[in-house]
Antibody, heavy 119, light 111 residues
Framework: QVQLQQSGAELARPGASVKLSCKASGYTFTSYWMQWVKQRPGQGLEWIGAIYPGDGDTRYTQKFKGKATLTADKSSSTAYMQLSSLASEDSAVYYC????????????WGQGTLVTVSA | DIVLTQSPASLAVSLGQRATISCKASQSVDYDGDSYMNWYQQKPGQPPKLLIYAASNLESGIPARFSGSGSGTDFTLNIHPVEEEDAATYYCQQSNEDPYTFGGGTKLEIK
């Protein structure tokens, strides 16, 4: 079965960077876009962007260009998101998600990684 | 970007009654005969769960009391009859064009 296992919680200082991981199993990693979604405490869902591990193609929403960098390692079936120049507004839970077979709805989700930015 | 406006922001529905949530898109999310609108349920401390895809298709394993309808810019999620376990926040999402935006969410309380 499809599983997305995300890395553990992060505590980072303002201005620092963190790299989150999402290890995929149960399907062909290179055949589906991996999506990333942000959720601030008590707030709604925000799409960050996506990466196609097959060829490394990436898409970002304008707001996250320069903030998030998506990469993927085909050898370990792991997707990564690096967040740079962290600020308090980056404190959130970050999810990776995989679309369904149609490619459009996010059918499979990781458990989320909590990032806390604090001095 | 396509803006999705959900209403109401919160609602309380009696057990066994109907809950109706609306999602209006700032432009059409239809393409080639399909409507690229999805609905998710999220409970505290959990990731979202896909309920409905392509406006009206029930995701595998989701109870038939959930249904979706609509096309173009106007979409609706219905839950009937509502059960205790349906207390959650519900989000619509368009996947017609990136960025794949979400609605602001609707919090459902069961009376």
């Amino acid at each position: 079965q499809v599983q997305l296992q995300q890395s553990g919680a992060e505590l980072a200082r303002p201005g620092a960077s963190v790299k989150l991981s999402c290890k995929a199993s149960g399907y062909t990693f290179t055949s589906y876009w991996m999506q990333w979604v942000k959720q601030r405490p008590g707030q709604g869902l925000e799409w960050i962007g996506a990466i196609y591990p097959g060829d490394g193609d990436t898409r970002y929403t304008q707001k996250f260009k320069g903030k998030a960098t998506l990469t993927a390692d085909k050898s370990s079936s792991t997707a990564y998101m690096q967040l740079s120049s962290l600020a308090s507004e980056d404190s959130a839970v970050y999810y990776c998600a995989r679309p369904d077979s149609s490619g459009y709805a996010f059918a499979y989700w990781g458990q989320g990684t909590l990032v806390t930015v604090s001095a | 970007d396509i803006v999705l406006t959900q209403s109401p922001a919160s609602l309380a529905v009696s057990l066994g009654q109907r809950a109706t949530i609306s999602c209006k898109a700032s432009q059409s999310v239809d393409y080639d005969g399909d409507s690229y609108m999805n609905w998710y349920q999220q409970k505290p401390g959990q990731p979202p769960k896909l309920l409905i895809y392509a406006a009206s298709n029930l995701e595998s394993g989701i109870p038939a009391r959930f249904s979706g309808s609509g096309s173009g810019t106007d979409f609706t999620l219905n839950i009937h009859p509502v059960e205790e376990e349906d207390a959650a926040t519900y989000y619509c999402q368009q996947s017609n064009e990136d960025p794949y935006t979400f609605g602001g969410g609707t919090k459902l309380e069961i009376k």
